[in-house]
């Protein structure tokens, strides 16, 4: 067995509901043969990372060290790993371990994050009894299989948002058939929405995207956007109902709308929820017998899917727009993020005095 080069993990946790985190320490779980060990370099917040420091989804187990868009260097590796060397920039995402069986309904299919062996990066519990903890930190161990080498060509530091914020956008492109003549709506313009429209363009689609701000319209076009619709403006609305292939919702959005953006759509349109909507939504069975409209929703992409996504931002350019702070002022970023003040994606950096 090999022996991992770091006894005992700094990092931030979170201690209590709230947005502040505090310098904190855990022993690792034991560096397993198909692990590897990585000294962290990046580390992207996630709003999934807020939800979970504020235990707004109310199952947080602190304290608890969030942060799954990773990016470092593989400082060690176990017995069996042959893919990654030590000095190699690797990637981790939102998950760092499923059993990636051929007889697995989830992972035979390229669905490993909804594997029922799957470990999230954090506040998730290995079957050894271990608790996951993420990327607000120096290191972190995974399984080697969840951590990607980061193409040639694609800068790290942008490179870590992808792994969460990329993936998650890219998937259900990748999984629905998003291909060049597909006329794509994206609703929302911020940590999600600006990497869709740019994968979208980059798949060949004609983009629409939907903002209560008007001041985004240039910045969407671009990002590769064909037309930027005023969701205010009941003309600009008029005009492209009844028109989209695919709408892609990457902000949160009243279930009450969902009935209007049924009427965005053409006939087989598909609907893909990537956040959540605000209340219970509720339709008439008629709706989509006349549209025959499908509303589907989309988790993180699988290990395969992640491989793709990184392949696809090396080769098409695309990146995402970030701010960057060091780690030791890291409550000041998530109270950025928390404002809503982030364009769009805020990096973690550590250096040897943050923690």
């Known amino acids: 067995m090999v022996q991992g080069k770091i006894n005992e993990i700094y990092g931030w946790a979170a201690m209590e509901p709230g947005v502040k985190v505090k310098p904190w320490s855990y022993i690792p779980r034991p560096l397993g043969d198909n692990d590897v060990e990585i000294k962290i370099e990046y580390s992207g917040i996630c709003g999934s990372d807020m939800h979970t420091i504020k235990n707004e989804w109310m199952r947080t187990a602190y304290p608890t060290i969030v942060g799954h868009e990773i990016v470092g260097k593989v400082i060690t590796k176990g017995e069996k790993v042959t893919h990654l060397e030590e000095g190699d920039i690797v990637g ?30 954090y506040n998730f519990k290995y079957a050894d009894g271990h608790t996951s903890h993420g990327g607000y930190a120096e290191a972190i161990r995974v399984d080697a299989n969840y951590a990607f080498k980061i193409p040639a060509g694609l800068d790290p530091v942008y490179a870590a948002p992808l792994m969460c914020a990329g993936v998650t956008v890219f998937a259900p492109m990748l999984r629905k058939g998003v291909k060049k003549g597909d006329r794509v709506g994206i609703v929302g313009i911020g940590g999600l929405g600006h990497l869709a429209i740019q994968y979208a363009h980059a798949l060949g689609a004609e983009v629409v995207t939907f903002s209560h701000s008007p001041n985004k319209r240039e910045e969407c076009m671009k990002l590769g956007a064909t037309t930027f619709v005023n969701v205010s403006n009941k003309e600009e609305i008029d005009a492209v109902r009844h028109s989209l292939n695919f709408l892609f919702i990457t902000s949160d959005s009243k279930s009450s709308q969902y009935n209007d953006y049924i009427t965005w759509m053409t006939f087989e349109g598909q609907i893909v929820l990537l956040s959540l909507p605000m209340g219970q939504m509720t339709f008439s069975p008629i709706e989509f017998v006349l549209s025959e409209v499908a509303i589907t ?58 923690i």
Do not use: W
């Not at 760092?96 to 490993?112: E, G, K, P, T």
């Not at 395969?304 to 080769?315: G, I, P, Q």
């Open 92 to 121: 981790v995402g939102a998950q760092v371990y499923s059993c990636l069986q051929d007889d697995c309904n989830a992972c035979s299919r390229d669905l490993d994050p909804h594997c029922p062996s799957c470990v999230a990066t």
């Open 297 to 354: 929703g989309s988790m993180i992409g699988g290990m395969n899917v992640l491989k793709k996504t990184l392949e696809f931002s090396a080769k098409h350019n695309i990146l995402p727009i970030i701010e960057r702070f060091p780690m030791d002022k890291i409550n000041e970023a998530l109270e950025h993020v928390s404002c809503g003040k982030a364009r769009y994606r805020a990096v973690l950096e550590n250096t040897p005095s943050d």
